[in-house]
């Protein structure tokens, strides 16, 4: 056999494997790019790499190029779907992969998994998911505080709790309160919104006092009473263009909304009363019950006509004009079941349908229905974005759970 020559290349990588490996020298740009393109979970281990990568990938400005560039993929490539489940003994929080899910990439007993959550959950059954915003959710425990939390990085914060003259006086049975959760860009700041409200003596809304939380800050605010009335009981504020909305508590069939503007801390109204394209109104009307939610960003209404037996998906497509609302789905109920939930999938004209006990996929251009796996009776049903949004930025040290 002919011998090789001191300059020659082993056409065999593999018996050089003992050999070193040499990274190419690349640009900081070039690297950074290659890094916006990685999922969080990877993003993670490459924090370990060096001092710079963690600098980098830790960057307020990555943080924010990262969640854009993952926002903006098409038919949920880079979304995830998590459900929470409640029984009589436990609750379950999983999420899957939605491209998955949506395309069939894998079995149906393989679809969701469950994730990681912060430990304080697992002791309280009796939770409620305020909302999602760029990845980070809000969780009220209602007893033992309020939570954010972000599922991807399994980072988590419990809110400090908040004094105040006139909450420190309520007592458990006296009062309740509603929670709201948003963005703001103009300060580029999360914020959580909790209206406290006291109940006289037959259990009717007395006063309120609007607290916010500042993430930028660490810190809560009083801005005084919730202005033109009170919220409804275990509504959490819907979050369209910069503000929080709520239905108004025993406002009869109007469907005013009182809206918190998170950029100036100030409240106003919207006149939200559905219509038919006749001009009858049929929210509350005729056996309907209508309930105020989001749907691809817009404010949506879901109408249960408890008489008929059928639900109604209203958005409206232009903020604040009445005469925008559309219909977008009307589908037929089993009379002894109501539940319903519409999630839009960003990127993509379907959406996700939740109708009594099953999950359906809904494609608008030939009104079909395609059914989707899934396990028990969700309580809540959320599509998010990957990111590595922070629940605490200005922390030194974060509270992490590993899986």
């Given at each position: 056999?002919?011998?090789?020559?001191?300059?020659?290349?082993?056409?065999n990588?593999?018996?050089?494997?003992?050999?070193?490996?040499?990274?190419?020298?690349?640009?900081?740009e070039?690297?950074?790019?290659?890094?916006?393109?990685?999922?969080?979970?990877?993003?993670?281990?490459?924090?370990?790499?060096?001092?710079?990568?963690?600098?980098?990938?830790?960057?307020?400005?990555?943080?924010?190029?990262?969640?854009?560039?993952?926002?903006?993929?098409?038919?949920?490539?880079?979304?995830q779907?998590?459900?929470?489940?409640i029984?009589?003994?436990?609750?379950?929080?999983?999420?899957?992969?939605?491209?998955?899910?949506?395309?069939e990439?894998?079995?149906?007993?393989?679809?969701?998994?469950?994730?990681?959550?912060?430990?304080?959950?697992?002791?309280?059954?009796?939770?409620?998911?305020?909302?999602?915003?760029?990845?980070?959710?809000?969780?009220?425990?209602?007893?033992?505080?309020?939570?954010?939390?972000n599922?991807?990085?399994?980072?988590?914060?419990?809110?400090?709790s908040?004094?105040?003259?006139?909450?420190?006086?309520?007592?458990?049975?006296?009062?309740?309160?509603?929670?709201?959760?948003?963005?703001?860009?103009?300060?580029d700041?999360?914020?959580?919104?909790?209206?406290?409200?006291?109940?006289?003596?037959?259990?009717?809304?007395?006063?309120?006092?609007?607290?916010?939380y500042?993430?930028?800050?660490?810190?809560?605010?009083?801005?005084?009473?919730?202005q033109?009335?009170?919220?409804?009981?275990?509504?959490?504020?819907c979050?369209?263009?910069?503000?929080l909305h709520w239905?108004?508590?025993?406002?009869?069939?109007?469907?005013?909304?009182?809206?918190?503007?998170?950029?100036?801390?100030?409240?106003?109204?919207?006149?939200?009363?559905?219509?038919?394209?006749?001009?009858?109104?049929?929210?509350?009307?005729?056996?309907?019950?209508?309930?105020?939610?989001?749907?691809?960003?817009?404010?949506?209404?879901?109408?249960?006509?408890?008489?008929?037996?059928?639900?109604?998906?209203?958005?409206?497509?232009?903020?604040g004009?009445?005469e925008?609302?559309?219909?977008?789905?009307?589908?037929?109920?089993?009379?002894?079941?109501?539940?319903?939930?519409?999630?839009?999938?960003?990127g993509?004209?379907?959406?996700?349908?939740?109708?009594?006990?099953?999950?359906?996929?809904?494609?608008?251009?030939?009104d079909?229905?395609?059914?989707?796996?899934?396990?028990?009776?969700?309580?809540?049903?959320r599509?998010?974005?990957?990111?590595?949004?922070?629940?605490?930025?200005?922390?030194?040290?974060?509270?992490?759970?590993?899986?």
């Amino acid at each position: 056999m002919e011998s090789k020559g001191n300059g020659a290349t082993n056409p065999n990588p593999s018996e050089d494997s003992n050999q070193p490996l040499i990274l190419p020298d690349l640009p900081f740009e070039v690297i950074t790019e290659i890094l916006l393109r990685l999922p969080v979970k990877s993003l993670s281990k490459f924090k370990c790499v060096s001092k710079s990568w963690l600098s980098l990938i830790s960057s307020s400005q990555f943080i924010k190029d990262h969640l854009c560039a993952f926002s903006s993929s098409e038919d949920g490539e880079q979304l995830q779907l998590l459900t929470v489940g409640i029984d009589l003994t436990d609750c379950y929080l999983k999420d899957c992969s939605l491209a998955s899910l949506l395309h069939e990439r894998q079995p149906a007993n393989a679809a969701e998994d469950e994730i990681d959550y912060p430990p304080i959950l697992r002791l309280s059954r009796y939770f409620n998911v305020v909302g999602c915003c760029d990845g980070l959710f809000c969780i009220d425990c209602m007893r033992t505080g309020v939570f954010l939390w972000n599922p991807s990085t399994r980072k988590f914060k419990k809110l400090p709790s908040f004094s105040s003259p006139t909450v420190d006086l309520l007592k458990e049975g006296d009062h309740y309160q509603v929670c709201g959760f948003g963005y703001d860009k103009d300060s580029d700041d999360y914020k959580v919104v909790k209206v406290v409200c006291s109940l006289d003596e037959d259990y009717r809304p007395s006063g309120s006092e609007v607290l916010v939380y500042s993430v930028k800050t660490g810190s809560w605010k009083s801005i005084g009473e919730f202005q033109g009335g009170f919220p409804s009981v275990g509504d959490c504020g819907c979050l369209v263009n910069g503000r929080l909305h709520w239905e108004l508590h025993n406002a009869g069939w109007d469907f005013n909304v009182v809206f918190l503007d998170l950029a100036t801390e100030t409240f106003g109204s919207l006149d939200l009363a559905l219509k038919t394209n006749g001009g009858t109104g049929i929210s509350g009307r005729n056996g309907f019950r209508s309930d105020l939610g989001t749907f691809g960003g817009s404010l949506c209404f879901v109408c249960k006509n408890y008489r008929d037996h059928f639900v109604e998906l209203w958005v409206m497509k232009e903020y604040g004009v009445g005469e925008s609302w559309t219909k977008v789905l009307s589908v037929p109920v089993d009379k002894t079941s109501l539940v319903f939930r519409a999630l839009c999938i960003p990127g993509s004209e379907r959406f996700l349908v939740e109708l009594k006990d099953e999950l359906r996929l809904y494609d608008p251009k030939d009104d079909s229905f395609r059914f989707l796996p899934r396990s028990g009776i969700h309580t809540v049903l959320r599509i998010y974005v990957q990111s590595l949004v922070s629940p605490n930025p200005n922390a030194a040290a974060e509270m992490h759970q590993q899986h």
